[in-house]
């Protein structure tokens, strides 16, 4: 449980499942983050997780894309609803379109993205399915900043995940996950208490208990 305060607001970006809407909804409402989704947008008339957001009461919203000329014209309309909500921090869970210089200039440093890889290894589609086929004994997952290329911004927060002998893509997709749901609403928690700092490449994490706590979390449950 957190402190309470104003709620950041958050607009979460989705395209299919949502099993990390599900988590940072769970975590608003354990209070484990002080923020709440204001609103759900996704590109995906029949995505479960606009279904999901319905189911807990939350504002959720097909943008279709085949009403937009271009990409930016989307992007406009999908900020055009971000604004009205006065969402101040952009949350992509699994949203599959890459966003416009335009919407990721409205929102500077304010969008983040989960990935399911050590970034900068695996980036783009089908993450573990790369990791396991190059032979790597780790990978894990990644939430960063987004910036105007694929995968590229500031790195916030890492989990490391070994990849087993025996497993598939989808065992390994799914220990995963875990660490995904976990880390992701941790650096939003981070970012509603204002101890991130991005410096360069380099996001610095403020508050002396902060290393110890992510090393407990994010390594120390996964590294003996
Ligand atoms: C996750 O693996 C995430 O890392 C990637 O897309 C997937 C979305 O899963 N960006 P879900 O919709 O949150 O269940």
Redesign the pocket.
């Known amino acids: 449980m957190v402190s309470g305060g104003k709620k950041l607001q958050l607009g979460v970006l989705?395209?299919?499942?949502?099993?990390?809407?599900?988590a940072i909804i769970d975590a608003s409402e354990t209070g484990t983050i002080n923020a709440v989704v204001a609103i759900v947008i996704s590109d995906v008339a029949d995505a479960r997780?606009l279904e999901l957001a319905r189911r807990q009461g939350i504002e959720a919203v097909f943008v279709d894309p085949r009403l937009h000329a271009t990409g930016a014209e989307f992007d406009a309309t999908v900020v055009d609803l971000l604004r009205k909500r006065e969402v101040e921090l952009v949350c992509?869970?699994?949203?599959m379109r890459l966003l416009s210089p335009h919407f990721i200039r409205e929102y500077r440093n304010r969008i983040m993205?989960?990935?399911?890889a050590l970034l900068p290894a695996f980036a783009g589609l089908h993450?573990q399915r790369q990791a396991i086929r190059y032979g790597a004994k780790v990978s894990g997952?990644t939430v960063h900043f987004v910036d105007e290329g694929v995968d590229t911004g500031p790195i916030i927060m890492q989990a490391v995940v070994p990849v087993l002998d025996e497993d598939s893509e989808e065992t390994f997709?799914a220990r995963?996950?875990t660490y995904?749901h976990r880390i992701y609403a941790r650096a939003i928690q981070l970012f509603a208490e204002g101890r991130l700092e991005i410096r360069g490449r380099r996001v610095l994490c403020h508050g002396t208990d902060t290393l110890q706590q992510y090393e407990k979390q994010a390594w120390g449950a996964i590294n003996p």
């Open positions: 989705v395209s299919g499942r949502g099993s990390n809407l599900k997780a992509l869970a699994g949203f993205n989960v990935h399911p993450a997952c997709s995963i996950l995904e």
